[in-house]
Each structure stands twice: as structure tokens, then as C-alpha cells.
């Protein structure tokens, strides 16, 4: 496999810039002269739309910036690239952050893409949830899988540590998750159950479905919303814009408020984090890290809007705590804490409290 030394960044056919790997092991990046004039700032904190080379910090993201980073697969979707490495007698470990951008195709989070990429031969298969369930079943407890090819090519580019595939279901593109080592076989329920008590809390997700199966009570399925018209929309998640990886539980829900006003400039996009908050506190979600929460660009209106919420279900994180803090409480975080990050960012206590209460009470549903 060719080492490139450069890749070209896309958005939806447009160049937005080149990036280049420097002596240091860093990735830098400029903006393409072009994209100067037409284009936006694709991280606004990091790489402001200026003419300058943009160079990074090694950590967190071994001298990537983290937008891009946010294109590279995570969990899931990166043990299945090292298998197909593998599979390829290529060493995982020798392989650095830009090449791994060459990997991530078409269908890869977001709408930036790159150029040159590297491509695997890979063969067509029949779609079978139940198969493709089972195969990602095997790899997870370290097994050969005769379908590693097909779960690349629809997995490959995909974050989150439970396994999925990326797919099209009449003519629109969705992912459809399977369980993981630690998940009980019915999680795919679980999940479809909390995106309808969330929808229910008022808070904006994407079309949802429960997928089905002969082996258990379902998968759980999303449309993606970072696909629109046949268009991928923009799209960085926190971790990205902060320049903080998902693994540190550095946040706290009132940085996240004023990072969500700071970018939209939104009182609708605040009170969607404040239900979300809600929610993720009185749901028992805990793993709301840094990638968790995500922000796409509207090229229409030229401005940011919070993403539709995703990944709620029952979970817990490092010590049981969550990997966002309420107003400092991460363990037994309690409806004053939940209303002190609502009066800090400027919702009114009367309004803050109902909606808390209210959500407590849908909640409530779950734990039937």
C-alpha cells in the first residue's frame, strides 16, 4: 500500500484544502484558495477560514486536527479496518493518521472526504441482518469472519464501539446497529424503546426503526441525518471542535451550553441540549461523552444548529459516573444541579423545572 504523503479534503465535490504530513509526524492544513472565497470554516475554534498553514498538537489526536479525526473510524469501525489490514498483510501499527483517512470512503460520517484513497478488493454478499449479526459476533470474540469484507464495506468508516453497518433502505441511507460482547441480545430493542420515550421528551431525533429478526426482538435502525437531498451535510461533534478526546471525562454540560450558544447563537438549540441533558440524567444514558453531541452546518442559511440527539440508551461510564458532568455532579447528579445549568445559561427556573420534571416523569416508562 502506497504511503501517500498528502491527501486533498472534500466537501460534496468541492476542494477545501490539502493536508500534509510534516518532519514532526503532525498533519498540517491549508485552505484551498478557492474555498477561501466560497467556502466556511469547517472547525471554527481550530481553523478559522484563513490563508495560513494550520499545524496541530500531537495529542489528542496523534497531530490530527480534530475535525478530521472525526472522519476517521473509531471502535467498531477500526478493528474492522485493522482486520482488513491484516487480511491484506499490511501491519495495523504502521500505519498513520493520514493514511487512514485515504481508507475512509464515500460513506464515511460527515460530508468531508479525501484523495488519493487506498482500495480493497472487496466482494458483494446478500444483505441478512441475522448473518451479518452473527459475523460481527465472531470478529468480536476474535474469530475469522467470512464476511469481513461485506462488513467493511458497510461498516468500515463507522465510530461508536457497537458494531453497524452503514446502508441504503429505499434510496436513503441509514445505520442499523448490532449488539456488542457486552450487550444483551435484545439491546436493539432497548435502543428503538429510548428513541421513542426521547422523541416523546421533546427532544429532535432522526427517523428511527426496529429492525427485523429471527434470533432476537430486533435491531435498531437510524436515518442518517448527516445525509439531506442526496447532499452529506457538515458535521463535528465536540470532541472535534474542543480538540478533547471522547476518552477524557473533561466536560461538563455548562461548557457545553455555552459552547451550543457560542456556535448556533440559538435559544431553541439550547433548550434542545437542556432536554437532552434531562433526558440522558433521568434515563440513566451516562456515556454522553465529547462525540456524543455533534453539530452540523447549514449551507443554505450559512450557520451551525445542534444535531438531532443519538446514542441514547442505558448505559453507564468510567465509575459509574457521567462522562459529561452536571454542574460538576457526575455520580448522583440532582434536580438542583440539573436547574443551576439551566439558570446559568438563561432559562427561567419555572420553565427549566417543568420541562426536568416532566421528562423525569416519561422516564419513568423505561424502567417498567
Not at 68 to 80: A, K
Not at 105 to 119: D, F, I
Not at 186 to 206: F, P
Not at 338 to 365: F, P, R, T, Y
Request: glycine content about 6%; aromatic content about 10%.
Amino acid at each position: 500500500m502506497e504511503n501517500y504523503k498528502y491527501l486533498k479534503v472534500f466537501y460534496n465535490d468541492k476542494t477545501v484544502g490539502t493536508l500534509a504530513k510534516t518532519p514532526d509526524r503532525l498533519v498540517a492544513f491549508e485552505y484551498d484558495n478557492e474555498w477561501l472565497n466560497i467556502g466556511f470554516s469547517i472547525s471554527p475554534f481550530s481553523l478559522p477560514l484563513q490563508k495560513k498553514v494550520f499545524i496541530p498538537k500531537y495529542e489528542p489526536f496523534k497531530g490530527l486536527f480534530g475535525v478530521f479525526n472525526d472522519s476517521l473510524p473509531d471502535g467498531w469501525g477500526r478493528l474492522i479496518v485493522d482486520r482488513l489490514f491484516l487480511k491484506n498483510k499490511i501491519n495495523p501499527d504502521e500505519i498513520d493518521c493520514l493514511n487512514r483517512l485515504a481508507v475512509v470512503q464515500e460513506s464515511g460520517m460527515g460530508a468531508l472526504t479525501y484523495k488519493p484513497v487506498h482500495k480493497f478488493e472487496t466482494h458483494e454478499e446478500e444483505l441478512n441482518y441475522d448473518k451479518l449479526a452473527q459475523e460481527c459476533s465472531k470478529i468480536l470474540e476474535s474469530q475469522n469472519s467470512d464476511s469481513l469484507d461485506e462488513l467493511f464495506k458497510l461498516g468500515g468508516s463507522s465510530g461508536g464501539a457497537r458494531p453497524k453497518i452503514l446502508t441504503k433502505i429505499n434510496g436513503e441511507d441509514w445505520i442499523i446497529k448490532f449488539p456488542s460482547s457486552q450487550d444483551s441480545k435484545n439491546i436493539g430493542e432497548q435502543e428503538y424503546r429510548y428513541s421513542l420515550i426521547a422523541k416523546d421528551c421533546g427532544i429532535k431525533m432522526s427517523e428511527t426503526k426496529l429492525f427485523d429478526s429471527k434470533i432476537c426482538s430486533g435491531y435498531f435502525g437510524t436515518k442518517r441525518f448527516d445525509r439531506k437531498d442526496g447532499k452529506k451535510l457538515h458535521m463535528v461533534s465536540v470532541s472535534g471542535l474542543l480538540e478533547t478526546s471522547h476518552h477524557l471525562p473533561n466536560l461538563d454540560y455548562n461548557i457545553l451550553m455555552k459552547l451550543t450558544l457560542e456556535l448556533t447563537k440559538n435559544y431553541q438549540d439550547i433548550e434542545q441540549l437542556y432536554r437532552l441533558m434531562c433526558f440522558n440524567v433521568f434515563a440513566h444514558n451516562r456515556d454522553d461523552h465529547s462525540k456524543n453531541f455533534s453539530f452540523l452546518f447549514n449551507a443554505n442559511k450559512k450557520e451551525w444548529e445542534l444535531a438531532p440527539a443519538y446514542d441514547l440508551t442505558y448505559s453507564s461510564s468510567l465509575n459509574g459516573e457521567h462522562a459529561t458532568t452536571i454542574n460538576g455532579e457526575g455520580k448522583n447528579p440532582a434536580l438542583e444541579d440539573i436547574l443551576i445549568v439551566a439558570k446559568n445559561i438563561g432559562i427561567k427556573e419555572k420553565q427549566a423545572k417543568d420541562i426536568a420534571l416532566n421528562i423525569k416523569d416519561k422516564c419513568l416508562k423505561l424502567f417498567d
